[in-house]
């Protein structure tokens, strides 16, 4: 389980821009068993947090007395420099199922991509209510069983986490295979000689003809 220390911060403390040029983020974290509690963490320590656990993995909050585990609940970027400037955290508990997107990662080999198919990704995550105790970091999609033209891959396909539930449609494609199509390049059109000619003999003609 990774772990994040936190503070809490108090009224009349630091506002978020001036946490934010500190090098700390903001944060809320809640829950059902648990009031909203204005926080802060180190902007780096978070960060490198974010990128091993994303929304779907358990995040120990400390510094708040007994360690909290949350998930990532919601990140707000910068529209300029896209770095985090305020964060979400969902406080959970044990036996309580939440709603979550796991991302899915491609793992084998597809006999029909070897042999020269295009492989489509269609979704890269799937949402699943799911006991947030036993989540996965990823749901794995094994692409070696696609081995035809327009053979595919369905959410129903792919194996959960146990006593997790699919939310997202169990028929939507996850992954397909598609022939590659190889477009022609367009020569330009002949050029009509019969009415070229016919444009020039006219000119000529006009040009000949005396004035009255």
Known sequence: MLTLTVEKRKDGGKSAAELRRAGFIPAVVYGAHHAATPISMQARAFEKVLKEAGEATIVSLTGLGTPLPTLIHEVNFDPITNQPRHVDFYAVTKGEKVEVAIPLSFVGESPAVEAGANL?????????????????????????????IDDQIHAKDLKLPSGAALITEPDDVVALIQEVVIEKEELPAPADIGSIEVEKKGKEETEETPEA
């Open 120 to 148: 489509v990704k269609v979704l890269h995550e799937l949402e699943v209510e799911a006991d947030p105790m036993n989540l996965p970091h990823a749901i794995e999609v094994d692409i070696s069983v696609l081995k035809e």
